[in-house]
């Protein structure tokens, strides 16, 4: 069974295998912070996407219902009540782009991402105090510091709204704890948070962005499939039409039930790739395949130089930021409009 966040709230049989770095995996300040921006930020995304969708697709019926009175329509005790209906649909989408405008949920879904993941960093972060401690003891004490400091610096600066997206800068969000070191290191512990490390956060992250590729890959092969159907399909019947009204003059064959599906499927091929694109599945693909690289890459260079827990805390931190930044820069330009 797939369960969200297992890297940030690992299973009990997990935790009894690491029990002596148990301050590191359970961290109350930082695990409570995360639950309560996690479930913003599903509310606002799930509204965003919902709303979006269905706002743009009243909107193109409306446009067909138009182009069809236009071109193909005769008029009937009907017309007045299908264009007064078109009308509301037109209206009743605008209406929901504005209200997700307005109450900001693209902004809400985004910055409580924002904050998800850097708390998600902060949680791995702060596995270099394991081996810079020499007792569970001193575990605790570095890691309630380390969170407290840090926790409140990311607050004041999601005070600052959409523009600590804009801000943002992977190196600064890459902060060594001040801390001392308390004799020398416990080797259990040492062992442990290095085990976990390359366990929860390497090889989840590896393993999460492996299966977000592969269910991407058949999503995009159907989208780009339908979009290329929809718009050569209307292509070929402009195409037509514009042969027929060439060698038909008089205009003897008509052309405008061509015409309508013509400009029906460029709109709906037009929605179509709207959608799509709100739901950032190329972008991602693309983002999640270099993601995997460069955190088998940055194992790879640690593994070859025997690299201290620290310095692979600080290689792979700094690809999950720069994932972010990414992630972050894709869908400040989501929109569901035309």
Partial sequence: MNIANRDMFPSDATQARFADIGPLLENSLLDEAFHQHEAKAVRA?????????????????????????????????WTTSLTLGAAVLAILGIAMQAMIIVTRQKQVWLLNRFACERIRSLKFQSFHLGDNVRDKAGLQTAVTEFTSRHLSRLENDLNAGMAVLERFSPDKALDTPDHEKLGDADPTMAAQAREAFEELRVRYQINFASSEVASLRGKMRSVTSLQDVMYFSAVTLAFISLGIKIFDPAHDLPTHWVDFAAITLFISGATKAITDNALLQEQSQGRYETYIGALEHAMVVANGRRASLDEIVDAIERVCLVELDLFCQDALRVSYRF
């Avoid at 269905?54 to 005790?77: K, Q």
Wanted: charged residues 20%; hydrophobic residues 55%.
């Fill in 45 to 77: 995304k799930r509204i965003y996407h919902r709303v979006g969708r269905f706002a743009i697709l009243l909107i193109a019926i409306s446009a067909i219902y138009t182009i069809s009175d236009a071109l193909v329509l005769d008029a009937t005790r």
